[in-house]
């Protein structure tokens, strides 16, 4: 059985390619770098890199990967994404994931058991994954929230215009934005760095938001998305 992606999951995916600005000759690549007690540690990103020895496959029109030493156990591995209450980011429900249990260390002097007892995985074990997609992930749930801020005098939000030069994601999810105005003398240079930060902060993994209003390089219509381009008939 290959890897599967969920609807859900793959068009989280396509949406974090389209906000990456990443061409269509990139894959998903999904790997195995260790375990803990929750199963496997998985490696999942986009990347344009490929290998002789990948092992290809398809699922929802997206290109999944894996390296040869990954793929047995990850074979059959259903991708999911998850925006709930338990949380927001890429699950995995793999049939070659089990729990492994956790010893409690020992106050009787005695050497600790090294019998491993697995228990079969609930469907959503091994959900430890590397921050690479997750953060890509986080991102796109920011640059959703920052298209429904919009210019005073462009009737064009504030990401497809081109105003956001950085988006900076700490481990801890705390959020780094450099933007900028059309001009310096724009009436809302007071307000709108608290309104993106207000936004970005409502963002559920955000932990907190600071926004720096930067002046170079300068803004120009070349930054503006093609989406705001049309929209403007320019």
Same mark, same amino acid.
């Given at each position: ?36 007690? @929750? ?70 002097? +005695? ?6 007892? @697995? @228990?079969?995985?609930?469907? +959503? ?11 890509? +992930? ?50 809302? +240079? ?18 907190? @938001? ?25």
């Amino acid at each position: 059985m290959p890897i599967d992606l969920t609807e859900i999951a793959a068009d989280q995916i396509r949406k974090i390619l389209k906000d990456q600005g990443m061409s269509d000759q990139s894959v998903l690549r999904v790997g195995i770098k260790g375990r803990n007690t @929750a199963g496997f540690n998985y490696i999942l990103d986009l990347t344009e890199v490929r290998h002789e020895d990948d092992v290809v496959g398809q699922s929802n029109n997206i290109t999944i990967v894996s390296d040869p030493i990954s793929y047995p156990s990850l074979d059959g591995t259903e991708i999911d994404f998850r925006d709930d209450s338990s949380g927001r980011g890429f699950v995995f429900k793999n049939p070659h994931a089990v729990k492994l249990p956790v010893h409690p260390p020992s106050t009787s002097g +005695a050497a600790p058991s090294t019998g491993v007892h @697995a @228990a079969q995985g609930d469907g +959503a074990t091994g959900t430890t994954i590397t921050d690479a997609l997750q953060n890509k +992930a986080l991102e796109a749930a920011i640059v959703e929230k920052l298209r429904s801020i919009f210019d005073p005098e462009i009737p064009v939000n504030i990401y497809d215009l081109g105003l956001i030069y950085r988006i900076d994601i700490s481990k801890d999810k705390d959020v780094t934005i450099d933007m900028t105005l059309t001009a310096p003398g724009c009436p809302v +240079a007071g307000s709108m760095p608290p309104s993106v930060q207000q936004a970005v902060e409502s963002v559920e993994e955000v932990k907190s @938001a600071k926004v720096n209003l930067v002046w170079e390089p300068p803004w120009s219509k070349d930054r503006m998305s093609e989406e705001a381009v049309l929209q403007l008939g320019l």
